[in-house]
């Protein structure tokens, strides 16, 4: 016979009264108990009934009592459960050795607990013995649920056996309800000599009403000669726990709604968090559509407007958003401590809306800002160069068409037909002065067909009209050319007839006329429009108009060499008493007009002159705005870059207190914020630069864009850091960390923090947590998971100090640990809406049964409510 009784070393030395030694219970029906069916059958049911009313609320139950704690899984679980301590972590292997150790871990914490366990052993357990399991399932119900019983200085046993006969006749257990729950119990109708209904009534009552499950038959208990008293006893002391909880139940009422408000608080942040980042998200989605319009417009005028709408953009709307990114950042990483602290899940934002996605959006955002200003700025180049190209073709266009007036009319008609030989001969040669003329007009022609073809390959808004124009003197080009052609042969078939010539008037004529088209040509040259974008370009303008005043003298030599021959023929016509009828048979340029053209030049070559130096002087005007951005420019970035880099080294070292290092990190930002006037003087130099239409400077390899990005991310890396010291301290005030520890701390974290780079790389943490003695792949994605629930691959110091805390410290509050456990004992699977208002305020209780869900298990009664996962969720689940 194995002897699976417990005892206790109080008890064999005098201990206090109200306990009750296990070896009064060695008597002679006891043993004979041992053997009789109907024993075994109560305590299975009732041991049974007892176990599943702990390990309900780890959401768990056991069907088979020898079978069931063979592993040892459940065994470690129940103790847990009922004492509200965490055993060592058991063994999730297969084999006999893994259940014998979990089983002998449960054994080691009941004898840690001063039991005597005689003849208990692992392996009986493991191997399914029935009798000796039920044996060490009583030893845990009288250590955790009978020991400490007392009731006027009686012990459980000595009560039960004193009113035995009560307890058979249920009037007992109807007597124990009434006296703590008179409503319950009409006391006066109960019989004595109705026993099963007096027992079903006190069952029924105590599962309905008290919580308290049934764990024994009234027919096995009226059938026997004397009930077991272990199953007795066993369920008397679950009566005696629900009236001694119910006097817990107010104190820790007023702790649970601390719990709850703390609950309420996070899922506000919650609620803000998702607001906050739905609106941000919104008007990134909104403003990316128009920074990618790239809908060219017709004029310069409508661009310059759409370049100031953007700079609008960049000025008023955008800051503000700035400012929301880095609070939701802020936000995000304060409500996660807050979480953490709380023993809450991590917070994760529907899908979208993680920080990761917000920065992604924000990516694309200045992605697009970026190519919509490179595209206004090249549409501006591109319709600068179109109006230029449209003012120089009308230019032509209208010169060309002026020199045509009139020359179809010239071509067709007919007066060689009566005219004298030397009539027709000068017409020949006026014909040939004409060609000449015709030829030097080509070029201008293929220009004006350039211009045209340049327009089109631009896209210029007026190209149709262009096109008809530059169509129209081609057509018409080409029929001077045949008329031309047919004319020149109609005179050399009548210039065998005349043979008079004046050569004189023929020099004159061939000199005559390149020099008029030179005069011409020059005089479109000197009024030529030009477009220059820095002082290399006007300067090579005006060595060029240099060089073309230093052809004057020679060309005015030609002039006079020009008017000498007409003065020649006026005076060979006096001397010969000539009478000169009419002009040059050969031409129709005249002194007069050769006089009026230089004089012409003459005039505008000075013009000319004061153009180029006022172009010049706009130019050293853009050079020095280049100047003087370029020299702030280059002292605001490398100043951002130092910045940057002592806040990188700021965030890794620990110099003084926390409280020290968040008051000189806010001295550090308000000295970054006093340094902004630099930034603003830089973006009002900035916009002088394009408002003068400066595209590139040499003197720096700094761009507004650039400094702008980094200013903006400077602000927001000394906001982080400064919340990140405000989560250390959060989380030191919590879990109760010294100054030492946290220097402690950020050493192991910059020991393995082998790129510098503020965080932990997967691997860098990897090689940390071999350090302390962990092993194995999925030990590692376990932690990993805890530290970096939003697989972002990196662990951030704050994520660092809650994992080795809780490697040092205990992770629950006291008033954590005091809700739970009065949780855990008011109720079980489920709870009744009545009763959350009757223990809460009404807010925290509306609140509690808004997020319970209906109770649907196997004991649910109307309207009770999800107690255990709302639980679950408030204080996480054990390892078990």
């Known amino acids: ?70 592993d040892g899984l459940k065994l470690m679980l129940l103790l847990e459960v009922i004492s509200g301590e965490r055993l060592p972590k058991p063994e999730r292997g297969k084999m006999r050795v893994h259940k014998i150790n979990n089983v002998n871990k449960a054994l080691d914490y009941i004898a840690g607990k001063g039991v005597k366990l005689v003849s208990i052993g692992a392996e009986e357990i493991v191997d399914g013995n029935a009798k000796m399991t039920l044996g060490m399932i009583w030893t845990i119900i009288l250590r955790f649920a009978i020991q400490d019983i007392s009731v006027e200085g009686q012990s459980l046993h000595n009560l039960c056996m004193c009113f035995v006969e009560h307890w058979k006749d249920g009037l007992a257990f109807n007597a124990l309800i009434h006296r703590h729950r008179p409503e319950l119990i009409d006391y006066d109708k109960l019989r004595k000599d109705d026993p099963l209904t007096n027992l079903n009534n006190a069952f029924e009552v105590a599962e309905k009403y008290l919580d308290i499950p049934k764990m024994m038959d009234a027919e096995d208990i009226v059938g026997t000669l004397r009930p077991d008293e272990k199953a007795i006893m066993t369920y008397v002391s679950c009566f005696y726990h ?22 309420q608080e996070n899922e506000h942040l919650m609620e803000d968090y998702e607001k906050l980042a739905s609106d941000l998200l919104d008007w990134i989605r909104r403003t990316i559509p128009w920074l990618e319009n790239r809908a060219p417009e017709k004029t310069m005028a409508e661009m ?104 179809e009319a010239m071509l067709t008609q007919k007066d060689y037909e009566t005219a004298s030989l030397s009539e027709v001969k000068a017409l020949l040669r006026k014909h040939e002065a004409f060609e000449s003329d015709l030829a030097a007009h080509q070029d201008r022609v293929e220009q004006i067909a350039a211009i045209a073809q340049e327009l089109n390959e631009l896209d210029y808004y007026d190209s149709p009209s262009v096109n008809a124009r530059c169509q129209k003197i081609c057509e018409q080009w080409d029929a001077l050319g045949s008329l031309t052609q047919s004319r ?144 702030q420019a280059n002292i605001v970035g490398p100043w951002i870059q130092t910045k940057m880099e002592e806040i990188g080294r700021i965030s890794i070292e620990m110099n003084g207190t926390l409280e020290d290092q968040l008051v000189n990190l806010r001295e550090y930002e308000q000295s970054i914020i006093e340094y902004k006037p630099n930034i603003d003087q830089l973006e009002g130099d900035h916009q002088l630069i ?24 400077l602000l927001t890396t000394i906001a982080r850091t400064i919340n990140e010291i405000e989560n250390q301290i959060l989380t030191r005030d919590a879990k109760g960390i010294s100054q030492e520890q946290l220097h402690e701390y950020r050493t192991s974290f910059n020991h393995f923090d082998k790129d510098h780079s503020g965080g932990l790389m997967a691997e860098e943490f990897k090689a940390c947590l071999i350090s302390l003695g962990y092993d ?104 078990l």
């Open 690 to 713: 394009q408002e003068a239409l400066i595209f590139d400077n040499k003197y720096t390899a700094y761009t507004m864009e650039h400094l702008r990005v980094g200013w903006e991310q």
């Open 776 to 879: 194995g792949d999925a030990e590692f994605a376990r932690i990993m998971g805890i530290v970096d629930p939003n697989n972002s691959g990196v662990v951030t110091f704050q994520a660092f100090i809650d994992f080795m805390s809780r490697e040092t410290t205990d992770t629950d509050t006291a008033d954590q640990n005091v809700c739970c456990s009065y949780l855990r004992l008011l109720k079980l699977n489920f709870i009744m809406a009545e009763e959350l208002r009757r223990e809460l305020p009404p807010d925290q209780a509306e609140y509690c049964i808004a997020r319970m869900a209906p109770y649907s298990g196997p004991d649910a009664k109307p309207g009770a409510l999800d107690y255990m996962s709302f639980s679950t969720a408030l204080y996480g689940e054990s390892d």
């Open 488 to 631: 020149r042969e109609s005179l050399e078939r009548t210039e065998k007839q005349l043979e008079s010539i004046d050569e004189l008037y023929l020099e004159y004529a061939k000199r005559a006329a390149p020099f008029n088209n030179w005069m011409e040509g020059a005089m479109e040259d000197l009024q030529d429009m030009f477009i220059v974008h820095n002082i290399e370009e006007i300067q090579g303008l005006i060595t060029a108009h240099e060089q073309f005043k230093s052809t004057l003298p020679e060309a005015n030599k030609e002039r006079e060499a020009i008017q000498a021959i007409q003065a020649e023929v006026q005076k060979i016509a006096q001397y010969n008493g000539i009478k000169l009828s009419g002009g040059n048979p050969y031409t129709t340029i005249t002194p007069k007009s050769i006089d009026n053209k230089w004089d012409k030049v003459e005039q505008l070559v000075p013009q000319r002159d004061q153009a180029l130096q006022e172009e010049l002087a706009k130019q050293q005007s853009n050079d020095h705005l280049r100047r003087k951005f370029a020299t």
């Open 242 to 263: 629900a009236f001694s909880g119910a006097q817990k139940a107010e104190t820790a009422a007023n702790r649970i709604c601390k719990v709850l408000a703390v609950n």
């Open 304 to 407: 310059q407007q759409k370049l100031e709408d953007f700079r609008g953009y960049r000025r008023v709307h955008k800051p503000p958003k700035v400012q929301e990114k880095c609070q939701l950042e802020i936000n995000f990483n304060t409500l996660q401590t807050k979480l953490r602290l709380s023993n809450r899940p991590a917070f994760m934002p529907s899908e979208g809306r993680m920080v990761s996605d917000i920065n992604g959006s924000w990516h694309n955002l200045e992605g697009a800002e970026k190519g919509y200003e490179e595209w206004m700025l090249n549409e501006i180049r591109r319709l600068e160069r179109l109006d230029h190209l449209a003012e120089k073709f009308r230019q032509k266009a209208t010169i060309h068409e002026s020199w045509t007036d009139g020359k």
């Open 1 to 70: 016979m194995v002897d699976y009784h417990a005892s206790n070393s109080q008890a064999s030395s005098g201990g206090p009264a109200n306990y009750m030694d296990p070896r009064e219970q060695e008597n002679d029906w006891d043993r004979d108990l041992l053997l009789d069916p109907a024993w075994e059958k109560q305590q299975r049911k009732t041991f049974t009934a007892w176990c599943n009313s702990h390990l309900r609320k780890a959401g768990t139950q056991i069907e088979n009592i020898e079978e069931d704690f063979r």
